[in-house]
């Protein structure tokens, strides 16, 4: 999961799954290790991240992470919703028995501080089993404003002292003058 982030459940139920837990289920990304499912034991959970982010209105953001419906056989349904966000971003995903990778980017239109990266469970199959969640990692890359090179300064230089020239000569040669 994210560096240094640890995430609470911030209502309903979740549960860790794999092979460090002593469970039979194989985690997406991390075999060896842990994962988590969206559906506790019983019931739809919802985490959040702590600590909270603060977003850069112009940087995009990227939201990467596996996910799977565990407890059935590999095919399109059974089905379990699930919503991630992260600050006013949002957005709806299904589960199904096949794992899966997703890759979420947004831009914010404004700075945003204060804000959880958060997964909430909207469906399930039954009372157990739900998506799980593995290897979540939040990326931002800044924005860039564009620097003008070296040529196009020089460019810009060589055009003032051209305008500048010519104003000279013209003043010195008792140019026309408008008033």
């Known amino acids: 999961m994210l560096a ?11 549960d860790i799954v794999g092979v460090l837990n002593a469970s039979f289920f194989t985690c997406v990304n991390n075999p060896a ?3 988590l499912d969206l ?3 019983p019931g739809l959970g ?11 209105a112009g940087d995009t953001y990227t939201i990467t992470f596996g996910y799977v419906l565990q407890g059935f056989a590999t095919g399109p349904t059974p089905t379990s919703d699930f ?10 995903l299904t589960a199904i028995p096949m794992v899966q990778d997703a890759s ?20 399930a199959p039954d009372d157990i089993h739900g998506a799980v969640l593995d290897h979540i990692v939040l990326t931002e890359t ?22 500048g020239f010519a104003a000279f000569r013209r003043s010195r040669k008792g140019g026309i003058s408008i008033l």
């Open 104 to 123: 979420l980017s947004f831009i914010p239109g404004t700075n945003e501080t204060g804000v959880h990266l958060t997964y909430a469970s909207d469906t």
């Open 46 to 56: 919802t985490i959040s991240s702590t600590p909270t982010f603060n977003l850069t």
């Open 4 to 14: 240094g982030t640890q995430f609470t459940v911030t209502s309903g139920a979740v």
């Open 39 to 41: 559906v506790g034991s």
């Open 83 to 92: 919503t991630v966000g992260l600050g006013s971003f949002s957005d709806m």
């Open 33 to 35: 290790g842990n994962c």
């Open 142 to 163: 800044p924005s860039v404003t564009p620097v003008p090179e070296a040529s196009t300064w020089a460019m810009l230089a060589l055009g003032f002292a051209g305008l």
